[in-house]
């Protein structure tokens, strides 16, 4: 056994060699695939939609860029890109084929299939050459990334010169009682949820223990400086429950 296979990771709660990951993160979303955008809705009271159009308002998306939306899974942030650049072209990426169906099902897809490209792939090793996009989103998905700092590595790779990288994921309120309200909630309803909505309460259960495990606000943008982005920066979202990191490829 060589020693990288030794290596373990974060799976939720649990620790698991490195090279299950992907393959157990594929199988939460092959599960909730036909019911993310619902769950979304429900485990944040659409507050979710407000982040993504926040997400929107700070990249400020111009006409006839090419956007890499990494996890992009449904779509939507692609959709509210295409929409906010006015032209312009989105390729969705995700490790999750059944994800990427159920977003080419959605009606925007329709409207913009001759701007848009569904590609399965892996945010670590992306199936694209260097210098290829002025924009790079993920959004909700590089917690459930193997090796976080690769993907961002990737992510610097596959960007122009100039070009834009941004980040939404849930984060860690800075305010401990606030934390542990949120954490009895996130604990003890959503999974159930799960359960009640999706017939799925283990899928559920890991999506909160990842966000748990993430890291904070700060080491995340130390993490995007080490990829080598500038002016990194971030901005917190609903006191800290969801962060927005931005950097750019200077």
Known sequence: MTQSDDKTTHFGFDSIPESEKAGRVRGVFNSVASRYDVMNDLMSAGIHRI???????????????????????????????????????????????????????????????????????????????????????????????????????????VLRPGGRLMVLEFSQIPNDMLQKVYDLYSFNIIPELGRIVADDRDSYQYLVESIRRFPDQDTFLSMIREAGFGQAKYRNLSMGIAALHSGWKI
């Open 51 to 157: 982040w993504k159009d926040a997400m929107m308002d700070w990249l400020a998306p111009r006409p006839g860029q090419k956007l890499l939306d990494v996890a992009g899974g449904t779509g939507d942030i692609s959709f509210r890109f295409l929409k906010r650049a006015g032209s312009g072209h989105a390729t969705v990426l995700d490790l999750t084929e059944p994800m990427l169906i159920e977003g080419q099902k959605r009606a925007e897809a329709e409207d913009m299939a001759a701007s848009l490209d569904w590609v399965v792939g892996d945010a670590m090793a992306l199936p694209f050459a260097d210098n290829t996009f002025d924009v790079y989103t993920i959004s909700f998905g590089i917690r459930n990334v193997t090796r976080p700092q690769e993907a961002l590595n990737e992510a610097f790779r």
